[in-house]
């Protein structure tokens, strides 16, 4: 599908093709495939040779990450604690969809850190949580149709550590843990004043409706964890696009996608051109080095020992770090015997595939 409406999308693009979509372009194109080279394997049941080409391994490829993802859900769910946990989410506003797309550098790390002082701060109220909370959050770029819809999802348990950390605090009320209008209001006002201190001119690129209106926010029950750990976890290596959503073309030769509608809950189909697939794809290819998931308060990887002695005033024996999984011997896809790596294959050098398309179609 790139290959084949990769040169229609340039063609018809509205202004300069920011760096990291054609880097996103180009290790999908040459994922598993000759140019990124890989090995040469031989099945001693039937005799035959394997070439078995390498990952490209971007986190906007929807063929990768498969492993990574399972790898982080393991080492999660053993950090889950039998506590009830919150599943919050904090959307922003339409109007803001502009600049974010414009700076996604500055304006997510601006989103994440107004976020996460707003969390850690009405938690620190005496009627709530009254202590230190721990806490992930995921960065959620993509509807189930694949618009462009930037929100963080936060998975916190309902136990905070008191100011001394010798004593844990609880919520009165197991079924409620923070206001939503409360946290909105707060993300609203830490990010308009982040910006204001430190990018001026993004700034005054943003209608002033933006920060007049009422901003969303949600806080729902997530039982133990496990659930939307999971749930979340699909985001962590996961592209906004794959291949098994596409079922064939329309009678006008559009792409048909299919999602589910969570309205209703229902499977619906929506026939897209490929340079609006396309289009929408690259919404949602992040900045290189900007990270996605973020562990802030006892549950971040710098305060350990705090975690641990959230485990210990919760009476939790030690904690051991999960092993790592193993992978899975390569095996014959003709008689499933084992395949033995027999040579290295070098990748091959040239010009960049997404600039070779081009050349064919011009």
């Known amino acids: 599908m790139l290959c084949e409406h ?15 979509a054609w880097a996103a372009v180009e290790a999908v194109l040459s994922c598993r495939t000759a140019r990124r080279g890989g090995h040469l394997h031989h099945c001693a049941e039937c005799r035959r040779y394997h070439d078995v080409y390498h990952s490209c391994n971007h986190r906007a490829c929807p063929r990768c990450g498969a492993r990574e993802q399972a790898e982080w859900t393991r080492r999660q769910e053993a950090r889950l604690l039998p506590v009830p946990y919150y599943l919050l989410t904090v959307t922003v ?13 500055e304006l997510y790390a601006l989103f994440f850190g107004a976020v996460a002082e707003s969390v850690k701060e009405i938690c620190s109220r005496s009627k709530h949580l009254g202590g230190d909370p721990g806490f992930i959050a995921i960065l959620h770029t993509w ?10 999802h936060i998975l916190i ?73 999971r749930y979340l976890a699909a985001y962590v290596r996961k592209s906004a696009f794959s291949q ?42 992040l900045p290189k080095g900007l990270v996605r998931v973020r562990h802030y308060g006892w ?25 790592a999984l193993q992978s899975e011997p390569p095996r014959c896809p ?9 040579a290295r294959i070098a990748p091959q050098r040239g010009p960049p595939l997404c600039q070779a398309i081009l050349r064919a179609a011009a």
Request: net charge positive.
């Open 157 to 229: 348990p309902a136990v905070a550590l008191s100011q001394g950390g010798c004593q844990l605090r609880h919520p009165r009320n197991e079924e409620y843990l923070i206001p939503e209008k409360a946290l909105a209001y707060a993300v609203r006002e830490g990010l308009q004043s982040s910006l204001k201190a430190n990018y001026a001119d993004i700034f005054a690129q943003i209608e002033a409706a933006a920060w007049e209106k009422d901003w969303v926010a949600q806080c729902k029950s997530a039982g133990r964890g496990r659930t939307a750990l």
């Open 93 to 105: 506003p339409a109007e803001l969809h502009g600049v974010f797309l414009r700076y996604p550098q």
């Open 299 to 323: 549950l971040s990887p710098a305060a350990h020992k705090a975690f641990l002695r959230v485990r210990f005033l919760l009476g939790l024996g030690p904690y051991r770090i999960p092993p």
């Open 244 to 285: 098994e959503r596409l079922e064939g073309h329309d009678k006008d030769g559009r792409l048909i996608m299919r999602y589910r509608d969570s309205a209703d809950n229902t499977l619906k189909h929506e026939a897209l051109s490929g340079v609006e697939l396309i289009r929408r794809w690259l919404l949602h290819v």
């Open 334 to 342: 003709f008689c499933n015997g084992l395949l033995a790596q027999t």
């Open 6 to 20: 990769w040169a229609r999308y340039v063609e018809q693009a509205s202004g300069p093709i920011p760096s990291r």
């Open 143 to 152: 509807t189930r149709r694949m618009f462009f819809h930037p929100h963080i």
